[in-house]
């Protein structure tokens, strides 16, 4: 995909967007509001549409900026854009899914990872979505171990001048962040279009 169907792509995401979050939180708080009554159903559907209402933030939160880095004229603008995208993949990948543990070098779930949700949902995917889910569940393996994450996160969200300024300057290669953020969005894509092919299943609304 080239540089200028990036763009197009993701200035699709930013039009539709609020809609679509829009529509999910609201039916979000309907099946919740349904899963009182504890039925096994109801209670996937609430979760599912926990994990789809995160995604479609952290997708536009991630377009936003994304665009911003390949559209801008200034260099600056690029470069912060280029910089806050990696806290933002960091923080939302342990909280979709974990962390690589420096020890043992092994993938370890976020004591609040919505991917152990998605792994309790297993037992009601059909034969389509379990395969969806181990593909992604051996990307996520591979994935998590990316360490740049962690070390541009903690200078940009601590605010460590002498450590922005030289991620900042050692950044020379925009085809590496470009190839970083869309590794990421492969991932974030592939957790969407599961959990909206269970929720159109399950629940029998359709999600765009």
Known sequence: MTKEELVLLLEDTLREMPQSVDEIYAT????????????????????????????????????VLFHQFLSSDFLYERKYAMAKLYPLMNESFKRLYGFVNE???????SSDAYWKEIQELVPLMNETEKVLYDE?????????????????????????????Y???????????????AMSFYDVLSRTTHLTSLMLS????????
């Not at 393996?141 to 922005?164: F, G, P, T």
Request: charged share 35%; with cysteine; glycine share 4%.
């Open 201 to 208: 299943r399950i629940s029998g609304v359709h999600l765009r």
């Open 166 to 180: 030289k991620n900042r300057c050692d950044q020379k290669d925009e085809n590496v962040a470009i190839r970083d």
């Open 103 to 109: 020890k043992t070098g092994q993938v370890k779930l």
């Open 28 to 63: 979000k708080k309907l099946f919740y509001a349904l899963s009182s009554v504890n039925s096994e159903r109801f209670v996937a559907i609430a979760k599912l549409y926990d994990i789809s209402l995160y995604a479609s933030l952290l997708s536009g939160d991630f377009a």
């Open 136 to 164: 992604l569940e051996d990307l996520l393996l591979k994935k998590a171990s990316y360490s740049w994450w962690k070390d541009v996160r903690d200078a940009e969200v601590h605010l460590d001048a002498e450590k922005i």
